[in-house]
Structure formats: structure tokens, C-alpha cells
């Protein structure tokens, strides 16, 4: 069974910054795509940016050049390190995997539970 475990949300002052964990756990050989998304108090969940395992990156507009995304293979672990938070960035930030390589098949579109990210004075 595979797991993805976010960690690093919280309450954060306009300008600041916050660091996004997600790791996943299970009988796991690879992890093709991995991502943060997020969701507003009523409004859909968005992309916020995706990172394939060869390192290429993909960013919402509203987040580049404040927003990057990194991961680490060997931990199967995605990060998110957020600069320059503004108040419309607050929301629910999910991790998802996608194309998980496991030792008895593929799985696809996981997420993780969600963390909270809350960006006010």
C-alpha cells in the first residue's frame, strides 16, 4: 500500500516563507511525476507546480519565481519551498504522485491528505 505524508503548512506573515515535505512510503521502485496542488475555501483545486523524475518542472504562473519545487528519488519525497507568500496563496496544499512503479503494478493520481497553509498578518 502506498502513502503519500505531507508535512511543513502553517501560519505564515505576507513576505514569508514555508518548506512543504511529501514523502511516500510503500513497496515503491519509482515515482514519475510528483506535485503540489491546492485548493482555496470555494474554489477548485489547482496546479501549483509538478516535477517529472529527470528533474523537469512545471509552475502555475502566480507562483514562479517565488515557488520551487525539488525532490529527492531516493527518499521518493517531493518538496515545495515557498518565498514571498502572499495572502492569496493560502489554502490547502495537496501532494499528488502520479505513475507509481510498485512492486506488483502501477498506480495512478495518488494523493496525499492535505496541509494547511494560511498566509496573514
Known amino acids: 500500500q502506498v502513502q503519500l505524508v505531507e508535512s511543513g503548512g502553517g501560519l505564515v506573515q505576507p513576505g514569508g516563507s514555508l518548506r512543504l515535505s511529501c514523502a511516500a512510503s510503500?513497496?515503491?521502485?519509482?515515482?514519475?511525476?510528483m506535485g503540489w496542488y491546492r485548493q482555496a475555501p470555494g474554489k477548485q483545486r489547482e496546479l501549483v507546480a509538478t516535477?517529472?523524475?529527470?528533474?523537469?518542472?512545471n509552475y502555475a504562473d502566480s507562483v514562479k519565481g517565488r515557488f520551487t519545487i525539488s525532490r529527492d528519488n531516493a527518499k521518493n519525497t517531493v518538496y515545495l519551498q515557498m518565498n514571498s507568500l502572499k495572502p492569496e496563496d493560502t489554502a490547502v496544499y495537496y501532494c499528488n504522485a502520479d505513475r507509481i512503479f510498485t512492486s506488483g503494478n502501477v498506480l495512478y493520481n495518488y494523493w496525499g491528505q492535505g496541509t494547511q497553509v494560511t498566509v496573514s498578518s
Open positions: 510503500g513497496r515503491i521502485f519509482s515515482i514519475n511525476v
Open positions: 516535477i517529472t523524475r529527470d528533474g523537469s518542472t
